[in-house]
């Protein structure tokens, strides 16, 4: 059976206590004590009674731990005895102060005023009851101002404790909260390049289609012309590796990532371009007053217009054309990707992952977006984004 270390160490303490006590009560009898000029009135021989008493007065330390209170009244009952009866208290004083101290140290501070007041009140007790007198009121003085220190020592040390648990609570609930927001912005930070590549991969793979089957169509009739598109086809999966090794490249734990800047709005005249080459005529409007945007708010805009080009190249049909349009305004960026194809008859089929990532892009920062057919035909995608003296309401992410 384990023994718990505490324990052990209290009952080892008790049993030292304890034969001191008897070795000193023994040894020093009234005779002995009255040869050295102390004054013995009243003080009564060593003898088995006595012997037993200091015993019991010191045992309760070896439990100390587990029941403060209830030792230290069985202690103090003994002592009071010993004090009523005459007998010497050898080493019980020191007993009843450790057993006080505990209660301080150890309860409330309700139950470690009912101690300090028991110990006081069995003390009294004890004088008033007690054949041996003192010598004068100081000595009950100095009794009384050691009671107190001793508990004020134990209530110091519970309060100590408590401070140090408290700051333990608090580190772990803080190592907790930061283990979940290290959590939660993995995984936003997972969402981000799921929504990137997305984006990236379905742009230029849409591109890439379309100029794979424009080259087949042209490769008997006219080489040149499908070399250009092949030509084409092999400059967009460079620019998608490119992309996509920026995107993904801060994951790698074995390498450094060649990392270069985000598009954005000012990139849109080569992805137009990109588009033309793709076999979808569009135009690029600029409105207003360009300025320094957010780096959030640029990517999104990107973003939108490669997102709303790809559904016109995939799902406008032929012959289709496509016109984005981008205002500046003081306090709203509005970016619009308009084309002329199908309208409502191809609305289930531009729907998708890309535009429930765009509309999460435009919803992070504060903006408003709207998808859906022309009331004269053809699609329409619309954002505008809300900006206080040229940057976004919402922070970045």
């Known amino acids: 059976m384990r023994i ?8 080892v303490f008790a049993g030292v206590v304890a034969a001191a006590s008897v070795a000193l009560f023994v040894l020093y009898s009234p005779e002995r004590l009255q040869s050295e000029g102390l004054p013995v009135d009243g003080m009564r021989a060593p003898d088995p009674l006595g012997g037993v008493l200091l015993v019991l007065a010191c045992v309760p330390v070896a439990v100390r731990r587990r029941w403060p209170l209830a030792a230290m009244c069985a202690g103090l009952v003994p002592e009071t005895l010993l004090t009523v009866l005459g007998y010497g208290t050898g080493m019980s004083e020191l007993a009843s102060l450790v057993l006080l101290y505990t209660v301080a140290s150890y309860r409330g501070l309700a139950v470690a005023l009912g101690g300090l007041l028991i110990s006081l009140v069995t003390y009294a007790l004890g004088v008033l009851a007690g054949p041996v007198r003192a010598a004068s009121w100081s000595e009950h003085v100095v009794v009384a101002v050691v009671l107190v220190a001793v508990w004020g020592a134990g209530r110091s040390l519970r309060l100590r404790r408590a401070y140090l648990d408290e700051l333990k609570d608090r580190a772990e609930r803080l190592e907790r909260a930061h283990a979940a927001d290290t959590r939660a912005a993995r995984a936003e930070e997972r969402s981000r390049i799921a929504r990137e590549l997305h984006d990236v991969v379905a742009h230029h793979v849409s591109v890439m289609t379309v100029q794979a089957a424009a080259a087949r169509r042209v490769l008997a009739s006219d080489p040149e012309l499908a070399r250009e598109a092949l030509s084409a086809i092999e400059h967009t999966g460079r ?19 060649e990392l270069g800047p985000q598009p954005g709005v000012q990139d849109l005249p080569g992805l137009v371009e990109q588009m033309r080459e793709a076999g979808l005529p569009t135009r690029l409007l600029e409105e207003g007053e360009p300025r320094p945007l957010p780096a959030g708010v640029d990517l999104a805009a990107y973003r939108l217009v490669q997102e709303g080009l790809t559904n016109s190249l995939r ?22 990707v308009e084309d002329d194809g199908l309208g409502a008859a191809g609305l289930s089929s531009r729907s998708g992952h890309g535009l429930v990532g765009i509309r999460e892009r435009v919803a992070l920062y504060g903006g408003i977006l709207s998808i859906g057919p022309l009331p004269g035909g053809g699609f329409e995608v619309r954002a505008k984004f809300p900006l206080k003296d040229g940057q976004s309401l919402a922070p970045p992410a």
């Open 315 to 336: 799902h406008a049909g032929p012959g289709a054309k496509a016109v984005v349009t981008v205002r500046h305004d003081p306090h709203e960026l509005d970016v619009r």
């Open 239 to 257: 620019m998608a590796m490119t992309e996509m090794r920026n995107i993904v490249g801060v994951l790698r734990t074995d390498a450094r990532a």
């Open 4 to 11: 718990d270390r505490t324990t052990l160490h209290d009952s």
